[in-house]
């Protein structure tokens, strides 16, 4: 999870870290792949809950709120604001983008001056898990 903070995570990317902490949860209980047992029966084996990807949020939720409230290159790279010619071709997702999908908001600018106020900030981390304050 070093570095998770940056990355860009897309449905595809999302679906092979949901598959790979299911694949460490049957390596730990040693459960062969011939065996037919679902994720739900591995989890409740494990007494446990798919948690990497909260996991991961949390900390890119962080990270970005971190960025936001400093002025410098980092927060021009990540707000598209840096000058010079577009590459051709469709638009790479953002990780902005990913990120105000989950946390419910409408768009990239509500979320962004959302960060400027610390508890706000964290408020809305802690709702988006689900947790509350």
Not at 4 to 20: L, S
Not at 105 to 121: C, I, N, P, Q, Y
Request: glycine letters at 8%; aromatic letters at 8%; hydrophobic letters at 35%.
């Amino acid at each position: 999870m070093y570095g998770c903070e940056a990355w860009t995570i897309t449905k595809a990317i999302q679906k092979k870290i949901e598959a790979a902490e299911m694949w460490f949860f049957r390596r730990m209980l040693r459960v062969p792949w011939t065996a037919r047992k679902t994720n739900e029966e591995v989890l409740k084996e494990t007494e446990s809950t798919r948690s990497l990807m909260s996991r991961i949020r949390r900390h890119q939720a962080k990270f970005v709120g971190h960025i936001m409230r400093r002025e410098g290159l980092e927060n021009l790279v990540t707000t598209g604001r840096m000058e010079g010619k577009k590459s051709r071709g469709r638009q790479r997702e953002k990780m902005l983008d990913g990120m105000t999908s989950w946390m419910g908001t409408k768009r990239v600018t509500d979320a962004l001056s959302e960060s400027w106020d610390r508890e706000s900030w964290k408020d809305m981390i802690a709702n988006t898990k689900g947790q509350g304050t």
